[in-house]
């Protein structure tokens, strides 16, 4: 048996909504680098490593197979790769040209001359068509084009599996709208978080 509960609402008057595990929080930059979060945060307390995770680099996949090598190489989600330490940097551009090489795409990896804030990571993915990201390993979902000024209920559903394993939630959803659902895009699956997706209703 299957049952829906509202939890409460929540406002998003960015536009941009950004979902992650609440445990994680207190490594989001917001607007300021990722180098100036302290990587005692992270439980990094060796200082060669401390050093070597402020130092780390971003990299933009660029031409005309970006995406499809970005997708293929396999290592992060979205169209950025980002955090990679710096003793790992030139290892890491090795490993990705010998990819694209040999999977004969059209495609090149440049380092950014600045990392991009969490932030602005949440931002640009919303506005590529939702999407996650990695946060110091950490995946980061978010989603734009959520309306603004008004409150978008929460809901969970909480289903009875019998068998002695009795009720679990299997679903937490933001409702933005009623309708039909006509489509649903899978946007990440984590151990934390479990299949991510974001459906497209139907107002008619």
Do not use: Y
């Not at 130092?55 to 979205?78: C, K, L, M, Y």
């Not at 946060?135 to 559903?157: E, I, K, Q």
């Amino acid at each position: 048996m299957e049952e829906t509960f509202e939890l409460g609402a929540i406002v998003c008057p960015s536009g941009t909504l950004v979902l992650i595990d609440g445990g994680h929080l207190g490594l989001w930059s917001g607007d300021r680098s990722p180098a100036d979060v302290d990587p005692a945060s992270l439980g990094i307390e060796d200082a060669a490593m401390a050093a070597d995770v402020t130092g780390a680099i971003d990299f933009v996949v660029t031409g005309p197979d970006a995406s499809e090598a970005v997708r293929t190489f396999g290592r992060q989600p979205g169209s950025r790769l980002h955090d990679i330490p710096a003793s790992k940097a030139v290892e890491f551009e090795a490993a990705f040209n010998s990819h694209r090489r040999s999977a004969g795409l059209d495609a090149r990896l440049e380092s950014l001359p600045v990392r991009e804030s969490h932030a602005q990571r949440a931002r640009r993915t919303g506005e590529e068509g939702g999407g996650s990201f990695l946060m110091f390993g950490v995946p980061v979902v978010a989603v734009g084009g959520v309306p603004r000024g008004r409150h978008l209920p929460v809901l969970a559903t909480r289903v009875d599996h019998g068998d002695g394993v009795g009720e679990r939630w299997s679903e937490i959803s933001i409702r933005m709208g009623e309708g039909r659902v006509t489509s649903s895009v899978p946007l990440v699956t984590s151990a934390w978080t479990g299949p991510v997706c974001c459906s497209v209703m139907s107002t008619l």
